[in-house]
């Protein structure tokens, strides 16, 4: 799996962190708030995921989306003014409530310890980056991005978001190396197929708001793992034998 690896490229939401659930949340109280306080039984994350997936030619496909929740729940606000519901509902939670995956800090900092050279391409907005950078104590307690990261992009950084894999030749171009040098630590079918488009091998970490790609995930990617405790695992069999 390391084998004439120099990067590591790590997804944000999903993957180091446990995010999506709170995703989830943030949209069940933003469509409760823009509607009439009720909410049909659409899987949250597979209509966020295939929407963005939809919108992602468009100038900023948050926008979109949040049209698209203006339209589906007969909101009367405009969409810009739901995209700063969102905004404001996501800003108290990303700054409580996120933290890592059990056992993440520990993979990102025994790679470093490695010498690995890590990186984050992530599809979520640069303010919430900036949040889990300087806000949100626990993941700066555990492991602060910018100590251990040495490229971190974010949706606005990059013209067409995953599975576009812009993200990656971006990444790729900075620090000056090939796809076989790299691999990705995604959790998500849209991730999965950015890296393939990348032509960069992936590993998954299983995140249980996947399942319902879980075969198409398990078929793109060349290493699945259940946790970040079964990864490292494998990372130090590999390394110290």
């Known amino acids: 799996m390391l084998k004439n690896k120099k990067v590591i490229i790590f997804d944000m939401d999903g993957t180091l962190i446990d995010s999506i659930g709170i995703w989830n949340a943030i949209d069940e109280e933003l469509i409760k708030t823009i509607g009439d306080r009720t909410i049909d039984k659409v899987d949250i994350a597979k209509q ?21 929740l203006k339209e589906k729940y007969h909101a009367t606000m405009s969409k810009e003014e739901i995209k700063k519901i969102r905004y404001d509902i996501a800003n108290r939670h990303l700054k409580e409530k996120v933290d890592y995956k059990p056992n993440a800090e520990k993979v990102i900092k025994y790679l470093k310890e490695k010498g690995y050279i890590l990186a984050i391409a992530s599809t979520t907005n640069q303010p919430a980056i900036e949040c889990y950078k300087t806000e949100n104590q626990n993941i700066i307690n555990k492991a602060n991005l910018e100590d251990y990261f040495s490229v971190i992009y974010a949706k606005n950084d990059v013209k067409t978001i995953k599975p576009n894999p812009e993200v990656h030749d971006k990444i790729m171009e900075k620090l000056h ?44 990617s060349q290493y699945q793992f259940k946790d970040f405790d079964e990864m490292l695992k494998e990372i130090k069999k590999e390394l110290e034998k």
């Open 48 to 68: 966020r995921d295939d929407k963005l997936k939809e919108y992602r030619q468009e100038q900023d496909p948050y926008l979109e989306y949040c049209g698209f």
């Open 177 to 220: 190396v090939k796809p076989e040098e790299c691999l990705i630590v995604e959790d998500a079918l849209v991730g999965v197929e950015a890296a393939n488009n990348a032509n960069i091998e992936v590993a998954v970490i299983y995140d249980k708001y996947s399942d319902s790609n879980r075969e198409k995930i398990n078929q793109l």
